[in-house]
């Protein structure tokens, strides 16, 4: 499972057979990716996300 940590909450999903995952962007720049499966030890990874330019 892997969880994203928002000042907001958290919003959480699936990775697929491959490892790889997808979730939504939020507006918030910083936040906590938080990775876990039973008889592993829970790893996190800080992100920061920033937009240049127009969109």
């Known amino acids: 499972m892997?969880?994203?940590n928002l000042r907001s909450?958290?919003?959480s999903g699936y990775t697929?057979?491959?490892g790889y995952f997808k979730m939504e962007?939020?507006?918030e720049s910083v936040?906590?990716?938080i990775f876990s499966l039973g008889g592993?030890?829970?790893d996190t990874a800080?992100?920061?996300w920033?937009?240049?330019g127009k969109k």
């Open 16 to 18: 697929d057979k491959k």
């Open 50 to 52: 920033t937009q240049h």
């Open 40 to 42: 592993y030890k829970i």
């Open 25 to 27: 962007n939020k507006k």
């Open 2 to 4: 892997v969880k994203k």
């Open 31 to 33: 936040a906590d990716l």
């Open 9 to 11: 909450g958290f919003i």
């Open 46 to 48: 800080v992100t920061v």
